[in-house]
T-cell receptor, first 112, second 115 residues
């Protein structure tokens, strides 16, 4: 079992729809959770950080964290073609030696 | 926001040469920097973790004598690919972070092509 798991996709949604990206993690003591967006041929860029259970909203993005279920998600409202990218989930905790553990990413395509 | 500058953006050089890539945190102190490599359509692969003033910790399978990492200050880390060969051609990305519970901030990456 991978430490951080994401559906590889591709996930395809129509423009204007809500895209839902999911991530599960295995280390129960994980403390910090991040979503990154990576366009093809570019480096990852940070979208959201979340540290406590519940929802955190930033513009069209909402991160949701449920530590009991070891689950973190990213919702993108009013999806735009420019949101088409690979989304990486990353998890920090005391047992991964100070590194972030990244999922393999979910590729999202937003169709006009 | 936290800015990480990585140079050069791309390098093309002959087999056998050494290539140095710089990674700088511009507006925060990077106690930890990370070096990744990514092949086309593949996941990020962590190569090494470096803490300021300490030797880098390399991931399994990464040759420390081939990929020399220096993190001499809180704002600068360098990766030197020594005696580069075509199989070293890849997209190299650095990231930096100040505290362990904070996110990593990535540089723009260096595309390395060895002829």
């Amino acid at each position: 079992q991978k430490e951080v798991e994401q559906n590889s996709g591709p996930l395809s949604v129509p423009e204007g729809a809500i895209a839902s990206l999911n991530c599960t993690y295995s280390d129960r003591v994980s403390q910090s959770f991040f979503w990154y967006r990576q366009y093809s041929g570019k480096s990852p860029e940070l979208i959201m950080s979340i540290y406590s259970n519940g929802d955190k909203e930033d513009g069209r993005f909402t991160a949701q964290l449920n530590k009991a279920s070891q689950y973190v998600s990213l919702l993108i409202r009013d999806s735009q073609p420019s949101d088409s990218a690979t989304y990486l989930c990353a998890v920090n905790g005391p047992t991964n030696a100070g590194k972030s553990t990244f999922g393999d990413g979910t590729t999202l395509t937003v169709k006009p | 926001g936290a800015v990480v500058s990585q140079h050069p953006s791309w390098v093309i050089c002959k087999s056998g040469t050494s290539v140095k890539i710089e990674c700088r945190s511009l507006d925060f102190q990077a106690t930890t920097m990370f070096w990744y490599r990514q092949f086309p359509k593949q996941s990020l692969m962590l190569m090494a973790t470096s803490n300021e003033g300490s030797k880098a910790t390399y991931e399994q399978g990464v040759e420390k004598d081939k990929f020399l990492i220096n993190h001499a200050s809180l704002t600068l880390s360098t990766l030197t690919v020594t005696s580069a060969h075509p199989e070293d051609s890849s997209f190299y990305i650095c990231s930096a972070r100040d505290h362990s519970n904070q996110p990593q901030h990535f540089g723009d990456g260096t595309r390395l092509s060895i002829l």
